[in-house]
C-alpha cells in the first residue's frame, strides 16, 4: 500500500475538541488540552483524527454554524494552538483531518450580516433568496423536530432566505462563482496549515433546482469534482471525504471515476448492524452489502457505528424506522428528528459481547473504520440534555472532579455521572490496566487488525451458514484469509466449519481467543461451538 492511499486501511477517531479536555480550566475543551491527550488516541492504535468544527462560531450547532472560515473559535485556543495540536499529531504519526462546512455559515457571519442589510452588496447573492419562500416544494426539512420550512423570513433583509438545517444556518449560493472562489480560497488555507484533508459536511445539498429534491444534483458533483482536482494537483495525498446521508445507489456518484470523494461514509449499514443484532438475524446486512456497489479505485467507504450526530435512521424504510424506535428508544425523549440520541454502550446495554460483535464487525467488514471519542471506553449519554448535546459530554478520564476533564468548577455540559456509566466508574484510568475492559478490547481488536492486512484490504466473501443468526465471512488477501463469524443471538450456535477446499492446507486460529483452533485436514468438518453473542476471527495458519 503506498503512501498516498493511506486513506484506505486507516482507522479514525472522531475527536471533538469542546468534550476532550480542558487544558485552561474555563470549563471548555480546547487544542492545548487535546494536545495533552493525544497519546490515548495514539494508544488505541488509530491512524487519524477528524475533528469537529474548530471555527469561531456561536456554537448554536456546535460549529456547523461557522462565524469565520479562517479563525479558531477563541473557547479552543488560537491559531498558534491549532497549528500545535496539527504539530503534535504529526510528529505521533497521526494524520489531522478538518470540518469543512460548505454548504451554510452561521447567519453571524460577515457576509451573512452584509448580505440582509444591503439588497446592493456583492454578498447578498452569496445566499439564496426569495419573494415568496414557496420554491423548491419538494425538498424535504431534515431538522424535522425544529424547522417547520426550508425558507426563513428575514426582517432586515426584507426576503425569505433559503436553509437546510437551522434557521439560523442560511444555505450559501453555489450558483455564485464567487462563492467557489471563496471555499477554494478556505480549503487552501487549511491545507497550507498543515492538515491532512477535510470531512465535507452536507454536501448533497449545495444547489437548488426547481422539480427536483434538491439533493445529489449534476451541478453539485461538477462542483464537488473541481475541489477534488485542486486537492490532487496542489495537495496530494490529502483525502476529501464525503458527509452524504444517502442510499448507495446515490452514493456512488459522489466518489466520480475516481475523481469525486475519496471516501464517504456508507450511512445504511450502519442502522442495519444494530438492526440485524436486535433481531438475531444477518439479513439486513446482507441486504445492504447486497446493495453496497463496487467502487473505483483508489477510493474507499468509511464505517462507523455513532457518531456525534443521532443515530440517524433516514436510511430505512418507514417499517424499519419505527421499529428501530421501538427497539432503541423506548423513552420518546431519546428520539432525535429521524434518529435516535443515545451512545454505543447504552444502545447495547452495556453488553460486552454485542459490543464486541459491533466493533468487531466494524474493524473487519470492509471500509476505513472510525471511533467515536467516549465510544472506546463505553461511556453514556445523558438524555436530559436537549437536542444531540446529550452524546457531546465530557470525556471520562479518571475518577477526580470533572471526571479528569476539566479543573473548572463547571463544565461546558455536566460530565455523566448515572450509576451505570457515571465517570466514577467508567473513565480511562479504571480501564487502562483491566484486561476485560471496553479499552482493552478497542486496542486488541485494532492490534489485530493491524496485524492482518486481509482485514484491511482483503476482498470478502460472505459465508451464508446454515443459521440465519450467524454472520460470516471471509477476508482473503493473496495466501492469508480470515473467517470473522458473530453469533448474533442469544443462543449457542453450532457452526460446522466445512471447508473441502481448505482440508489439509492448516488450522484455523482464533485471532480473538488465544489457545483456540481447528485443524482442517480430515474428512470430518470441525465444530465451532459459538457461545451467545460471541466473534471469532479464524485466521487460517497454513502448514
Ligand atoms: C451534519 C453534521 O454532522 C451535523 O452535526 C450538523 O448539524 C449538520 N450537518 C449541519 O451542518
Redo the contacts with the bound molecule.
Sequence with gaps: MDDKHWYQTAVFYELNIRAFCDGNGDGQGDFLGAISKLDHIKSLGVDAVWIMPHYPSPLK??G?DVADYYGVHPDFGTAADFKAFIDAAHERNLKVIIDL?M??TSDQHPWFQAARTDKNSPYRDYYVWSDSGSEYPETRIIFLDYEKSNWSWDETAGQYFWHR?YHH?PDLNYDNPQVHEEMFKVIRYWLDMGIDGFRA??VPYLYEREGTNCENLPETHEFLKKVRRLIDEEYPGRVFIA?ANQWPHDLLPYFGDGDEFHVCFHFPIMPRLYMALKQGNRRVILDILRDTPAIPAGCQWMTFLRN??ELTLEMVTIEEREWMWQQYAPNPEMKSNLGIRRRLAPLLDNHKGKWLILNGILMSLMGTPIIYYGDEIGMGDNIALPD?HGVRTPMQWDSSQNAGFSAADKTYFPVISDAEYGYERVNVANQENDPDSFLSATRFLLQVRKAHPELQRGEMEIWETADKSVFAYWRILDDERTLCLYNLSAEVQSVSLHFPELAGQGKLIDLLHEGRSWTLNDNIPPVLKMRPYASHWLHLARR
Excluded: G, P
Design positions: 450547532d456546535d456547523y462546512v454548504n451554510h438545517f444556518q459536511d452536507a458527509e456525534h450526530d444531540r
